[in-house]
């Protein structure tokens, strides 16, 4: 039986993820101290996650299929420098009050939650041995509870 214990590992912290996007918006129209701290604990999470993988995971990734491994890499590494960019697009915004595109941004960061979910994490838990793993997850587990 394969483990799906990274998919779900990191499933749940998509689902974290999205809450605190949801708990920015949901700041909005309150004192601009309490929206920002809202909005530094949700860019911290998300370049957390983005580290994980970036680090820990990609990494570690030698596929079976080299072409179609290899080309999904730098797909990712683009939509996170997206993501990445659009953030630092929403501090700028959100510290000079102006109206924030918090659409935009959730409609990439589910597109892009979506292909892992249903692409890379799945494809990495049958591909990589029980070790590699355990080796993962480990470094998963250290950074995202720091």
Same mark, same amino acid.
């Given at each position: 039986?394969?483990?799906?214990? #990274?998919?779900?590992?990191? +499933?749940?912290?998509?689902? *974290?993820?999205?809450? =605190? !996007?949801?708990? &920015?918006?949901?700041?909005?129209? =309150?004192?601009? &101290?309490?929206? =920002?701290? +809202?909005?530094?604990?949700?860019?911290? @999470?998300?370049? *957390?996650?983005?580290? &994980? @993988?970036?680090?820990?995971?990609?990494? /570690?990734? /030698? %596929? $079976?299929?080299?072409?179609?491994?290899?080309?999904?890499? %730098?797909?990712?590494?683009?939509?996170?420098?997206?993501? #990445?960019? $659009?953030?630092?697009? =929403?501090? $700028?915004? #959100?510290?000079?009050?102006? %109206? +924030?595109?918090?659409?935009?941004?959730?409609? #990439? !960061?589910?597109?892009? *939650?979506?292909?892992?979910?249903?692409?890379?994490? %799945?494809?990495?838990?049958? @591909? !990589?041995? +029980?070790?590699?793993? @355990?080796?993962?997850? *480990? $470094?998963?587990?250290?950074? !995202?509870?720091?």
């Amino acid at each position: 039986m394969k483990s799906t214990i #990274l998919t779900e590992l990191m +499933v749940r912290d998509h689902g *974290k993820i999205v809450k =605190m !996007l949801h708990d &920015v918006e949901k700041s909005i129209g =309150m004192e601009l &101290v309490s929206t =920002m701290k +809202v909005f530094d604990t949700f860019e911290w @999470e998300l370049e *957390k996650h983005m580290f &994980v @993988e970036e680090k820990a995971i990609f990494t /570690s990734y /030698s %596929p $079976k299929n080299i072409a179609e491994g290899y080309r999904m890499m %730098p797909q990712l590494i683009q939509q996170h420098n997206d993501l #990445l960019n $659009k953030l630092q697009m =929403m501090r $700028k915004d #959100l510290t000079w009050q102006r %109206p +924030v595109r918090f659409e935009e941004f959730r409609e #990439l !960061l589910l597109m892009h *939650k979506t292909f892992e979910e249903k692409s890379l994490y %799945p494809k990495l838990d049958l @591909e !990589l041995s +029980v070790h590699q793993k @355990e080796e993962i997850i *480990k $470094k998963i587990r250290e950074i !995202l509870s720091s």
